[in-house]
């Protein structure tokens, strides 16, 4: 060391000083997303509520974004993809925010963002600017990529820094419950000790009132969504030419949130062209394979232009290609098979997977999979019913036994869905305790398949 000149020793200290900077940026920053990483945003929280604290000058807003239907990417394609889905949606929020707001990677595909000396005004901005250009990303596949947004403002009645983003929790749920892609927002309306909140959804138009308690917030009620009317945008047209036939066609309509029958009427229009006729080519098989078990027959000639005796043609023809076919599916392909074995009856999912349908059964019983109830009921052509309103009774013996109790006990007591059970769980933000959250799953598994 003695014998290093003090040029040496001066570049020797700043190569440190760098190495040292780029330790504690890998130890802030999510190496996915370049986002912050959660115990950073912590702090930062923890900061701006005991500044608010001291000083009522000073708000600040939290937004609280979740990417829709983020788990299909993985299903449908590869990890890789959704990887790439939450890069695209990270770089958004990057550019959206100012230099003084904090983007952090919640967790998962949960992303927030802390936005100090905010108004409400302007975080509904940001949020909106955000949502807009999020639905605008081009991912490399068919399915496009949206976004719910909750937004909640900070208030001095707040206890811990933690209820700020509570709130921004409950609004997102109400956003999702809204048929997602949109902005809600949960902020108090007065700051006196009434402790009135009121939630809005953007782009519905609707304002409800709800009790916030001291010890939680309840979620509040879902704003009944007022159907667009009008010409479509350019993004809706892409969306009815990527999902068309691909989705069930009252699951696109709720997307964009239009009538069935003007999103069918469209995409006619769109999806129009000259019929075809004679042998078939790749990309129409490929189209065929997509959307069988899905689409309707009329769905599927307007996709392929080709009438319904050469569809069924082509439907039977591969069928019957593949009954000799046993061959095990591949990891990519088992992903997708978990992925809509639910949805899809063996027919489909023989010319989907050209393999023969006992190959399909046989790894369905492996991996405990189950159609859909609502499936079944289609398919047997029974009506589904809706679970009735919840007594306060019901409610009463869910608080009391939801912590120690499976949730299919509880369904099978008040006569419900499990479905139902885990919503309005959620809803109450009712938890379950350590120990039954580590043996639920295995008694679950035990319980539905006690009788096989």
């Not at 000083?55 to 990887?83: C, E, M, W």
């Not at 949206?146 to 609004?171: C, K, L, N, Y």
Request: glycine residues 6%.
């Amino acid at each position: 060391m003695n014998d290093l000149s003090r040029e040496e020793l001066v570049a020797l200290a700043i190569q440190q000083a760098v190495r040292i900077e780029h330790l504690e940026e890998r130890a802030l920053l999510d190496p996915m997303t370049a986002l912050l990483r959660r115990w950073r945003g912590v702090e930062e929280l923890d900061r701006l509520w005991k500044l608010t604290q001291r000083k009522r000058s000073q708000p600040y807003a939290v937004l609280f974004l979740d990417i829709d239907h983020f788990k299909a990417f993985n299903d449908t394609y590869d990890h890789d993809t959704g990887d790439r889905v939450l890069q695209l949606v990270a770089s958004v929020i990057l550019d959206e925010m100012r230099s003084t707001d904090c983007g952090v990677r919640w967790g998962g595909e949960e992303l927030l963002i802390i936005c100090p000396n905010t108004t409400q005004a302007e975080a509904l901005q940001l949020a909106s600017r955000i949502r807009v250009r999020v639905s605008e990303l081009d991912t490399g596949t068919a399915t496009s990529v949206t976004a719910s947004i909750g937004v909640s403002d900070d208030s001095r009645h707040d206890t811990e820094s933690g209820e700020v983003v509570a709130r921004a929790d409950s609004a997102l749920y109400s956003a999702k419950n809204a048929g997602r892609n949109c902005v809600a927002q949960l902020f108090r309306r007065s700051r006196v000790r009434t402790r009135k909140t009121a939630c809005a959804v953007l782009g519905v138009g609707a304002t409800l009132e709800a009790d916030f308690h001291a010890k939680h917030l309840e979620a509040p009620k879902v704003p009944q969504m007022t159907t667009k009317r009008g010409r479509l945008t350019y993004a809706e047209h892409d969306t009815i030419r990527e999902q068309y036939g691909r989705v069930p066609l009252a699951q696109l309509a709720q997307q964009l949130n239009r009538p069935a029958a003007g999103v069918r009427k469209q995409a006619e229009k769109l999806l129009a062209g000259e019929p075809k006729f004679g042998p078939w080519g790749r990309e129409e098989v490929a189209c065929l394979k997509g959307c069988i078990g899905v689409a309707t027959m009329p769905e599927l000639q307007t996709l392929l232009r080709r009438t319904e005796q050469d569809i069924t043609l082509a439907a039977n023809a591969i069928h019957e290609a593949v009954k000799n076919n046993h061959t095990p599916l591949s990891r990519t392909e088992v992903a997708r098979f978990k992925a809509i074995y639910g949805t899809r009856d063996d027919r489909s999912l023989s010319i989907i997977f050209e393999r023969h349908p006992d190959v399909f059964t046989a790894l369905a019983r492996e991996l405990r999979l189950n159609k859909d109830k609502a499936f079944v009921r289609k398919r047997e052509g029974s009506d589904s019913t809706k679970m009735p309103r919840w007594a306060e009774r019901d409610i009463a013996t869910l608080t009391a036994m939801y912590e120690g109790h499976s949730n299919l006990e509880i369904a099978r007591m008040l006569g419900r869905s499990v479905k139902s059970v885990v919503s309005k769980a959620h809803n109450l933000k009712l938890k379950k305790s350590a120990d039954r959250l580590r043996s639920m799953g295995q008694e679950n598994v035990r319980v539905r398949y006690e009788d096989q």
